[in-house]
């Protein structure tokens, strides 16, 4: 069974960096569409990426935050920097796949809804201080 480890998150000044880890097992994450969620007053959506390489980032955290991956560690990060008080939340990864009966090369498009994604990190805490 697919399970999503994170690692990663901490405490930080305004205007510091951070990197947070979401390691998948069971699965090739190659194949998988990924985000990273936050949750203060409410879950939203910060990062996503399809299963073709593109991203895209919320308008609060563009230019700042980074989605990558690496396959070979079959683990994808959020690269955070010049961080913002308002960036204070616990941080999600999640991801879904394309539809089984799309085969092997089958698409997932990114999304921010987080109905859509099937599998979830166990969340962390990242805090940024004035």
């Known amino acids: 069974q697919v399970q999503l480890v994170q ?29 990273w969620f936050r949750h203060g007053h409410e879950r939203v959506g910060v990062a996503v990426g399809d299963n073709k390489g593109h991203t895209n980032y919320a308008d609060s955290v563009k230019g700042r935050f980074t989605l990558s991956q690496d396959n070979a560690k079959n683990t994808f990060y959020l690269e955070m920097s010049s961080m913002k008080p308002e960036d204070t939340a616990i941080y999600y990864c999640a991801v879904y796949g394309p539809p089984p009966y799309s085969g092997a090369g089958g ?3 990114a999304t921010y809804s987080a109905a859509d994604y099937t599998y979830w990190g166990q969340g962390t805490q990242v805090t940024v201080s004035t």
């Open 107 to 109: 698409y997932c498009p």
């Open 7 to 35: 690692s990663g998150g901490g405490s930080v000044q305004s205007g510091g960096s951070l990197r947070l880890s979401c390691m998948m097992t069971g699965a090739s994450i190659n194949r998988y569409c990924m985000g």
